[in-house]
């Protein structure tokens, strides 16, 4: 399984910045963040998951990944929505428009 995921997000085009928030203060780092995100798409791909939690959802990016590659899944994201521990203050409103 783990050779198809590696497979899987090495021959994905998909790319989160196509619904990244232009006011993550981290938008500097996007270009490096592609890999990760695609191999977090191909794991929900190869995985098919029915339902998917994510606990600390942020701009929702993660989430996303996931529901591209399997758009038949329900999805919860629980999120603080706060400034502390690496989040950002209204970032889950992002999250609610791309998910």
Same mark, same amino acid.
């Given at each position: 399984m783990l050779d198809a995921i590696v497979s899987?997000? #090495?021959t994905t085009n998909y790319d989160f910045r196509a619904t990244a928030c232009a006011q993550d203060p981290l938008?500097? $780092?996007f270009a490096?963040?592609?890999? &990760? &995100?695609?191999t977090k798409w191909a /794991? *929900? #791909?190869v995985l098919?998951? *029915?339902s /998917? $939690?994510?606990i600390g959802v942020r701009y929702?990016?993660?989430a996303a990944a996931f529901l591209n590659a399997c758009p038949g899944a329900t999805y919860l994201g629980i999120d603080l929505d706060s400034d502390t521990f690496g989040g950002v203050k209204? *970032? /889950?409103q992002w999250a609610r428009r791309i998910a």
């Open positions: 899987c997000s #090495r938008t500097h $780092l490096d963040w592609v890999p &990760y &995100y695609k /794991i *929900a #791909r098919q998951p *029915a /998917i $939690l994510e929702g990016y993660s209204g *970032a /889950i």
